[in-house]
């Protein structure tokens, strides 16, 4: 079984929307877990009318995603940010593949949910960046990892005491006991909201100085590049 486990905070426009794609695909062997941290709004009632398992979380996606993962039945974990979008063949296609190549852990590439010329840059750019390290060193976003339960219990998940970049992180240390890599036949429709609240540039910058302080200070134990916006309300 696949567990699906998708950390939320008031979520209400756009989590329907990923759980009607996850309704039409063509692999149905899975469960849903949406990891909850205390939304306003009717994030929980939308996840109990789709029947999905609901876990309580911190205010910070990973506590949610480790919750999650306490609570999953499945061997394979599957973390998917609430905004996100999927083709219907996308978890025949990532499952298969991640079995075939006898993967650890794994990302997809993500492409954006639009036309914008600046926003297919800005993720072609990252996409090319996770490919050419996914050796050495590797890259994922909590839009979208994959791993197996047995390896996200030997790490203990996702740190809780950091604040950014727990997602690299968490991909770092996967690779450590087992090939991580970056899916050739998947991908995710990715949501540039933030991106576009944000500024493109402003978040590129923010981005570069987050991996300087990782590669030579350490993860991010405080949120001192204010880059911390996944939850929004």
Known sequence: MLSIIIPAYNEETYLPKLLDCIKKQTYRDYEVIVADANSKDKTIAIAKKYGCKIVRSGSLPGIGRNNGAKAAKGGILLFLD???LLDDDFLQNSVEEFEKRKLY???VK?????NKIIDKIFLGFFNSLVIATQRFYPHAIGACIICRK???DKIKGFDEKIAVAEDMDYVKRCS?????RI???AKIFFSMRRYEHHGHLNVAIKIVLGEIHRMFAGE???DVFNYQVRYRK
């Open 220 to 222: 991010l134990k405080k």
């Open 150 to 152: 047995k390896l996200h």
């Open 110 to 114: 993500i492409v954006p949910q639009g």
């Open 176 to 180: 450590k006991y087992g090939k991580f």
């Open 183 to 185: 899916l050739k036949n």
């Open 105 to 107: 852990c794994a990302s």
């Open 82 to 84: 609430a905004d996100v």
